[in-house]
């Protein structure tokens, strides 16, 4: 009997508990997006080599922005990529980052005249375009403004700008070329209006996920970056862009 415990003993310390994430995108190209029926994108890459390194399924699911941020904020061992991290969400999540980062941009048609010196003047056109859950949408309704015209679907908004159905529409500057390429547009009919805001973007994880994941996760990620993964991941969903370093 006390061979069998201590065998049984020794089997139980041999064994490492590992928790099992659920990871949750959007189409947000070329940041994350379908592929030939596989997420893909830059973002992706980057937490396909974590996943690698940590031992860990590749279970990444596509979902609404706001499905999947709903539920990183309600669910435990969530992780969300890639997030914007903004005052308003610092407390929200666990972090690691960045990532990358990018301008965020009031877009409108070329031609339509509309010309944008400050938000003030934002405020004052008839229609802007945001996404659900973007951080675009949670920045200007927090100034205040009352002229939003919110969707899902990143594409119905690049096809009612040029339509002239909105006046302007917040896009990156990272996203938007594959957005109007995806919406059957070009980039050509449209004109970047006003800079909002710079903003970075990182990987983040639900509260109550634990200290010691997020901290395996961020040794993973700043060993990519140590040892040159990062760079060449960057470099070829991402050429020109300069790598961020801290």
Request: proline fraction near 4%.
């Amino acid at each position: 009997m006390l061979i069998g415990i201590l065998a049984l003993a020794a089997g139980c310390a041999g064994t490492v508990k590992t928790t099992t994430l659920q990871l949750v995108t959007e189409d947000y190209p070329p940041i994350t997006f379908m592929r030939d029926g596989k997420v893909s994108g830059f973002a992706t890459e980057v937490v396909q080599e974590i996943l690698k390194r940590q031992n860990h399924p590749d279970n990444i699911r596509m979902m609404t922005w706001d499905d999947a941020y709903n539920l990183a904020l309600k669910k435990k061992n969530v992780v969300l990529f890639s997030t914007t991290r903004t005052d308003k969400r610092e407390l929200l999540f666990k972090w690691v980052g960045p990532i990358g980062s990018y301008h965020d941009i009031l877009y409108a048609k070329k031609g339509s005249g509309i010309e944008i010196n400050n938000l003030e003047d934002a405020q004052k056109v008839g229609k802007i375009g945001v996404v659900d859950g973007w951080f675009s949408n949670e920045f200007l309704t927090g100034l205040g403004f009352k002229n939003l015209i919110s969707t899902k679907w990143p594409t119905d908004n690049a096809r009612k700008l040029v339509e002239g159905k909105l006046d302007l529409c917040a896009f990156t500057d990272m996203t938007a070329p594959e957005i109007f390429k995806e919406a059957g547009l070009g980039m050509d009919e449209i004109i970047p209006a006003y800079v909002i805001k710079t903003y970075e973007f990182h990987i983040a994880f639900s509260r109550e996920t634990s200290d010691e994941i997020v901290n395996r996760w961020r040794k993973s990620f700043n060993d990519m970056k140590a040892d040159g993964t990062f760079d060449k991941i960057s470099a070829k969903w991402v050429p020109g862009t300069a790598p961020i370093t801290r």
